[in-house]
């Protein structure tokens, strides 16, 4: 399971089949960035990412979709 979630108590999630890596990381940050943009345009200005010490979290892919 990954899991978004915000300071107004909005809930982001999904459940999958198989190991997170990077791959699946990226698809889920792609959904959340694309309904983030539709709900809170300008989210990016206040957003702060906290994230555990999975490799996935750090890779290139990664940081690639938060940079988009």
Same mark, same amino acid.
């Given at each position: 399971?990954?899991?978004?979630?915000?300071?107004?108590?909005?809930?982001?999630?999904?459940?999958?089949?198989?190991?997170?890596?990077?791959?699946?990381?990226?698809?889920?940050?792609?959904?959340?960035?694309?309904?983030?943009?539709?709900?809170?345009?300008?989210?990016?200005?206040?957003?702060?990412?906290?994230?555990?010490?999975?490799?996935?979290?750090?890779? +290139?892919?990664?940081? +690639?979709?938060?940079?988009?």
């Amino acid at each position: 399971m990954i899991t978004a979630l915000d300071t107004e108590g909005r809930v982001w999630f999904t459940l999958s089949h198989a190991n997170t890596d990077s791959n699946i990381m990226s698809i889920f940050l792609n959904y959340l960035i694309e309904a983030l943009n539709n709900e809170t345009p300008g989210w990016q200005e206040d957003t702060v990412f906290l994230w555990d010490n999975a490799s996935y979290h750090s890779s +290139a892919e990664t940081r +690639a979709v938060i940079k988009k």
